[in-house]
């Protein structure tokens, strides 16, 4: 999986460097595509590049067709939410990220702010013997006591193996006990103050508690810089 890794790492510096103002959705994305054949990988696009806040107000679901926003142009001061996954030896990565067309506002930032807590907060938490019931319970009071609304969050991540989404599902009724050697995905996707985030994670579940696997940096990325 290291290797799948570095490889997504690739991925998100390329598009900081690639993704501007003018450019559409579609060749963002052909941009996560490009540098899998570089690598010498068949392309896979578990995920998706979809604006999250628009320059115009216009805000988007997670539910939205990826096909109906493939045209869609981008603009300086969109926010733009970035899931990829990777397939390199058998073994698959997903991790997401926020892509800011020029520097994000105060209030984006704000918002984000929020996000990274609750998570911090979540990865803290996590140990094996845990039930993963009560891990999405803590990722969801997580972030209900920083203001969200109780149902801001109905799922928060996976696991991931062979395939990229894989048993057990982190919701409130998913009964599984954690174990050490587990591999999960740490997924908070909430609105806060109307914008849609992501902020994903791939991590391996240790005696001491859940360790990512990626080092990318959390903040949100800001195109050009």
């Not at 939205?64 to 603009?75: F, K």
Request: charged content about 25%; aromatic content about 6%; overall charge negative.
């Amino acid at each position: 999986q290291r290797k799948a890794f570095e490889i997504g790492n690739e991925v998100y510096r390329r598009l900081v460097k690639t993704v501007r103002d003018g450019m559409t959705v579609n060749e963002a994305r052909a941009v996560e595509m490009s540098v899998q054949i570089e690598r010498g990988l068949s392309p896979q696009l578990f995920g998706y590049v979809m604006p999250s806040y628009n320059s115009t107000g216009l805000r988007r679901s997670p539910f939205t067709r990826q096909e109906d926003l493939g045209a869609l142009v981008l603009r300086g001061g969109d926010l733009i939410v970035c899931d990829l996954g990777v397939v390199c030896g058998g073994y698959t990565t997903d991790f997401g990220r926020m892509l800011s067309i020029g520097e994000p506002d105060a209030r984006t930032r704000h918002a984000y702010q929020t996000v990274l807590e609750a998570r911090s907060e979540l990865q803290e938490a996590l140990r094996p013997g845990m039930e993963i019931a009560k891990l999405f319970d803590i990722g969801r009071d997580a972030l209900v006591k920083r203001g969200c609304a109780p149902n801001a969050i109905l799922y928060a991540g996976h696991g991931i193996g062979l395939e990229c989404h894989e048993s057990p599902a982190i919701v409130a009724s998913d009964r599984t006990v954690i174990e050490e050697g587990m591999t999960l995905v740490l997924e908070l996707c909430p609105a806060v103050d109307g914008i849609w985030f992501l902020l994903e994670n791939t991590g391996l579940v240790t005696r001491d508690g859940w360790r990512s696997l990626t080092d990318f940096p959390t903040d949100i990325l800001v195109a050009g810089s």
